[in-house]
């Protein structure tokens, strides 16, 4: 498959300058999650001027459609999927700017980058003539950054059948091919009791110890990941419950009426989050019984843990296409972060593999990515398609 002359025509056929203005175009729209409406009516533009055909759907959030191509040869296939996100954190905004080979600004690195290596990867495919058999399908949404966005979007697309047989996502991740994935959620916890704030020598006997209830809490949650780091699974390592934050108090002697906790929750793939949400209730529970204050919890369910086979033909087709531009095979390992690909393997019961340009300053306002590793992307994008499809 992979011949001399099938890697140079991908290598010709992917456009060095053409990618870099995709993506200092994309970069050049200011688009936190939520607001990502002209930065994909710019993509969709400049895909229609590319002579695709595009599609629009709503997909669970009509105030920025998301952005779909499908192209396909003649002849039946797989599909292989690129998928990527528009929406940058709520940061001050970075414009665009090339210096040294290097892309700077909002979005470079996460994730419009890859996003731009994609569409190029598309473009490769298409103007080369390569591809024997199946087709691509190209998709770039809001919601993805949470908690502001909550996946509504990639779920409105996996709902509305916008789904590939495997689906690459060309995200910062780059050192590793990630096999599995913890699931996660944010906790929130507040412990409450009734009446006033109060000098500490005026308490009635009896009043509930809210610092007490939280610190009780907080134990527990540490017996409970003492337990889970007992169980290690392949590449993930193990589930853990972790408190990072505990506010209550106003001065040293007045009793407090209400005491804040947060933390994350983190699974493997194959629990039941029902289950692991239902030991959350319980844990808060027990303290409100034994404490008398009331103990609160949301569970705020982010992404659902994910594992692939590593012999899913996805994975070998881009092991191949690595080995074939001269790089070593990825090793297997975990996605440290949860992302799309947690939701496309879970909803969507598609192998989802994150891999995209080395890129750095991920959730800072110094974001950067070299374009040379968009063009490894991108040729790379195409070179798998060419043993998945
Ligand atoms: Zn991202």
Same mark, same amino acid.
């Given at each position: 498959?992979?011949?001399?002359?099938?890697?140079?025509?991908?290598?010709?056929?992917?456009?060095?300058?053409?990618?870099?203005?995709?993506?200092?175009?994309?970069?050049?729209?200011?688009?936190?999650?939520?607001?990502?409406?002209?930065?994909?009516?710019?993509?969709?533009?400049?895909?229609?001027?590319?002579?695709?055909?595009?599609?629009?759907? $709503?997909?669970? /959030?009509?105030?920025?459609?998301?952005?779909?191509?499908? /192209?396909?040869?003649?002849?039946?296939?797989?599909?292989?999927?690129?998928?990527?996100?528009?929406?940058?954190?709520?940061?001050?905004?970075?414009?665009?700017?090339?210096?040294?080979?290097?892309?700077?600004?909002?979005?470079?690195?996460?994730?419009?980058?890859?996003?731009?290596?994609?569409?190029?990867?598309?473009?490769?495919?298409?103007?080369?003539?390569?591809?024997?058999?199946?087709?691509?399908?190209?998709?770039?949404?809001?919601?993805?950054?949470?908690?502001?966005?909550?996946?509504?979007?990639?779920?409105?697309?996996?709902?509305?059948?916008?789904?590939?047989?495997?689906?690459?996502?060309?995200?910062?991740?780059?050192?590793?091919?990630?096999?599995?994935?913890?699931?996660?959620?944010?906790?929130?916890?507040?412990?409450?009791?009734?009446? $006033?704030?109060?000098?500490?020598?005026?308490?009635?006997?009896?009043?509930?110890?809210?610092?007490?209830?939280?610190?009780?809490?907080?134990?527990?949650?540490?017996?409970?990941?003492?337990?889970?780091?007992?169980? $290690?699974?392949?590449?993930?390592?193990?589930?853990?419950?972790?408190?990072?934050?505990?506010?209550?108090?106003?001065?040293?002697?007045?009793?407090?009426?209400?005491?804040?906790?947060?933390?994350?929750?983190?699974?493997?793939?194959?629990?039941?989050?029902?289950?692991?949400?239902?030991?959350?209730?319980?844990?808060?529970?027990?303290?409100?019984?034994?404490?008398?204050?009331?103990?609160?919890?949301?569970?705020?369910?982010?992404?659902?843990?994910?594992?692939?086979? $590593?012999?899913?033909?996805?994975?070998?087709?881009?092991?191949?296409?690595?080995?074939?531009?001269?790089?070593?095979?990825?090793?297997?390992?975990?996605?440290?972060?949860?992302?799309?690909?947690?939701?496309?393997?879970?909803?969507?019961?598609?192998?989802?593999?994150?891999?995209?340009?080395?890129?750095?300053?991920?959730?800072?306002?110094?974001?950067?990515?070299?374009?040379?590793?968009?063009?490894?992307?991108?040729?790379?994008?195409?070179?798998?398609?060419?043993?998945?499809?």
């Amino acid at each position: 498959m992979f011949t001399p002359d099938v890697i140079s025509r991908i290598r010709g056929a992917v456009n060095r300058e053409r990618l870099t203005d995709t993506a200092v175009a994309l970069v050049g729209r200011h688009s936190p999650t939520r607001q990502t409406r002209e930065v994909a009516d710019l993509l969709a533009d400049i895909l229609r001027s590319d002579g695709f055909v595009v599609e629009r759907p $709503e997909a669970n /959030w009509p105030e920025s459609p998301a952005v779909a191509v499908r /192209w396909h040869t003649e002849k039946p296939g797989r599909t292989l999927q690129f998928d990527g996100h528009l929406d940058t954190v709520p940061l001050p905004y970075t414009p665009p700017r090339i210096e040294n080979g290097i892309l700077y600004g909002q979005g470079s690195a996460d994730m419009k980058g890859g996003v731009a290596a994609a569409v190029e990867a598309l473009r490769a495919l298409r103007d080369s003539g390569l591809l024997p058999k199946g087709g691509i399908l190209f998709t770039a949404h809001d919601h993805h950054e949470g908690p502001w966005g909550d996946n509504r979007q990639i779920e409105g697309l996996i709902d509305a059948g916008y789904t590939g047989d495997g689906v690459l996502i060309p995200e910062y991740l780059h050192d590793r091919l990630p096999v599995a994935g913890r699931g996660q959620a944010v906790l929130e916890i507040a412990i409450r009791r009734e009446g $006033e704030k109060i000098h500490e020598v005026l308490r009635p006997p009896g009043l509930p110890d809210v610092i007490g209830a939280g610190a009780e809490v907080v134990r527990r949650l540490k017996i409970l990941n003492t337990e889970l780091a007992r169980t $290690e699974y392949p590449y993930v390592g193990t589930e853990s419950v972790f408190v990072g934050q505990i506010h209550s108090g106003e001065i040293f002697n007045q009793s407090p009426v209400e005491c804040r906790i947060s933390g994350s929750r983190r699974w493997v793939a194959g629990r039941d989050v029902e289950e692991v949400r239902r030991e959350f209730y319980a844990l808060l529970d027990g303290v409100s019984r034994e404490t008398g204050a009331s103990v609160e919890g949301e569970f705020i369910f982010l992404r659902d843990g994910y594992r692939i086979d $590593e012999n899913d033909p996805l994975v070998s087709a881009l092991q191949g296409a690595r080995v074939a531009t001269g790089d070593l095979p990825l090793p297997l390992g975990a996605k440290p972060f949860v992302d799309d690909g947690n939701t496309l393997c879970g909803r969507g019961g598609i192998p989802a593999i994150t891999h995209g340009p080395a890129a750095h300053g991920a959730h800072t306002t110094e974001e950067w990515v070299p374009v040379s590793e968009l063009v490894r992307i991108a040729e790379l994008y195409a070179l798998t398609a060419l043993t998945y499809c």
